[in-house]
């Protein structure tokens, strides 16, 4: 069913599945404080609109793309919640941390409003091709509203609890991707200097019990998984610092509830290093370089 949505956040990731809302039938009415993100999106077949505020009055739902905490808490709370109608749908697709996405949330039921967070795992070119995948922590009716709209974006949405659950879920995932991305690359380094080819040690382990993703799937050497970026001097990808990001998120998550994270702080703190060495922009595969001694 078509809708009238609100569309906050089109940078890097929003700029794309606003353009797949637009196709999927929808009406949509797009703000992004940057002229030029809200001009890629007009020639994309949205609506500008002057403010946040003004996006979202009318609409059936919200759905925002933004950098952290801070923003989503600031534009939910000046912006959409006092100019948006009553029973209003919101979607929260930006990473943040789970605390403010459990308050803002809170607000916006306290308001008369249904809200979900719904973090994604893809990058760039599936925020384009439409084929992010969705964590969704909401209300099962939050949840059967959203799937609809968040199908347009994507090719798996999944509900993975209440409010928070899906900023969890996607954290904790990228805490143990991050952690276990620096261990396969120690492995790669440790093997060459021990006089073993990386294709030979690539073709026993991952047959063996330290197979994981980060080798089979996204293998920090060049050669062995040809798809991998390391094929491409660590270029595209995902970029070590929305890594650092997500661990910060996750240490400051484990904090807060208690838990011990010994593996995240180690991976945060060289993922710190590695950023404040240049790496940045790289793919988070690039970290194998830092331990190889040579330059980010
Ligand atoms: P981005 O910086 O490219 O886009 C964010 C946009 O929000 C910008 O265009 C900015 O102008 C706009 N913005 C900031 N404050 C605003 C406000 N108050 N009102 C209106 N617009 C405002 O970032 P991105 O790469 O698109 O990432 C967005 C979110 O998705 C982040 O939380 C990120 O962690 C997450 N994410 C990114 C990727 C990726 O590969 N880029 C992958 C998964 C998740």
Same mark, same amino acid.
């Given at each position: 069913?078509? =809708? ?8 890097? #990731? ?10 999927? &039938? ?7 404080? %940057? ?41 939910? &709370? ?15 697709? =930006? ?19 249904? #809200? ?18 969705? #964590? ?18 994507? *090719? +798996? ?35 060459? *200097? ?11 382990? =991952? *047959?063996? %019990? ?10 920090? +050497?060049?050669? !062995?998984? !040809? ?20 661990? *910060? ?10 838990? !011990?994270?010994? #593996? ?20 988070? %595969? ?11």
């Amino acid at each position: 069913m078509m =809708s009238r949505i609100a569309f906050i956040g089109l940078g890097n #990731m929003g700029g794309g599945m606003a353009a797949n809302l637009v196709k999927a &039938g929808h009406e949509v009415f797009a703000f992004d404080l %940057s002229d030029a993100a809200l001009a890629r999106a007009v020639e994309a077949g949205c609506v500008a609109a002057g403010s946040a505020a003004e996006a979202a009055k009318g609409a059936d739902a919200v759905v925002t793309m933004l950098p952290a905490g801070q923003h989503v808490a600031a534009v939910y &709370g000046e912006q959409v919640m006092p100019a948006a109608g009553a029973g209003t749908l919101f979607l929260d697709c =930006s990473t943040i941390d789970v605390e403010t996405a459990r308050t803002v949330s809170a607000q916006a039921v306290e308001a008369g409003f249904e #809200m979900v967070d719904a973090p994604v795992s893809g990058g760039i070119a599936a925020a384009n091709g439409g084929t992010l995948t969705f #964590m969704v922590g909401g209300s099962a009716e939050g949840f059967a509203r959203a799937a609809p709209i968040l199908q347009a974006m994507g *090719k +798996v949405v999944v509900h993975a609890g209440g409010a928070g659950a899906g900023q969890a879920a996607k954290i904790c995932n990228n805490m143990l991707l991050g952690a276990s991305m620096i261990a396969t690359a120690e492995a790669f380094v440790l093997a060459r *200097k021990l006089g073993l080819e990386a294709q030979t040690f690539f073709d026993i382990s =991952s *047959k063996a %019990s330290g197979q994981c993703w980060s080798m089979t799937s996204y293998c920090p +050497v060049p050669g !062995p998984v !040809p798809a991998s970026p390391a094929n491409r001097d660590y270029e595209g990808g995902f970029a070590s610092a929305l890594m650092l990001k997500d661990l *910060k998120l996750a240490v400051e998550a484990a904090q807060a509830a208690g838990a !011990p994270v010994p #593996m995240a702080t180690q991976a945060e703190a060289l993922y710190q290093m590695f950023v404040g060495l240049g790496g940045a922009g790289r793919d988070f %595969s690039a970290i194998i370089t830092m331990l190889e001694g040579r330059s980010a």
